[in-house]
């Protein structure tokens, strides 16, 4: 997984939340529209729309003149690659000081951590994006 593109996107998403725009856009990838579809299945982004071959316009999304998102953070790098068992993630889902979500890469794709137990997951997979809601 290339996550130069993941980067991009998040600070895209960051610089945009901090000058409180409308809408942002990133590079086209396979892997940056499947974490678009999730991130508008939890609830963080108003939406998105590509643009062409080349362009994802990414529109945020506001509560009381405030973005839903408090940060959003690349736990896996390049450098530093990050993998947990299924036993750490269920883990971190009992953590009652922690308001947000994961995002895992695994074998059957692009997850929640929510996910795990909805679909009874029996693997790991790499932590991609940690998010404060």
Known sequence: MNNYYISYLLNQMKIGKAKKVLFV???????????????FKIGIISG???IDNK???IFLKYKNNKSVIKDIQLV??????????????LNNLQKSDFFGF????????????????????NFGGEVIIKIYV
Do not use: A
């Open 76 to 89: 896996s790098k390049p450098t530093k690659r990050v993998y947990w068992s299924k036993r750490v993630i």
């Open 48 to 50: 998105f729309k590509k």
């Open 102 to 121: 994961y995002i895992i890469s695994t074998k059957k794709g692009l997850v929640t951590n929510f996910s795990y137990l909805y679909n009874n997951i």
């Open 25 to 39: 856009e990133t590079v086209y990838t396979n892997t940056n529209y499947s974490l678009l579809d999730i991130f």
């Open 55 to 57: 362009k994802l316009r």
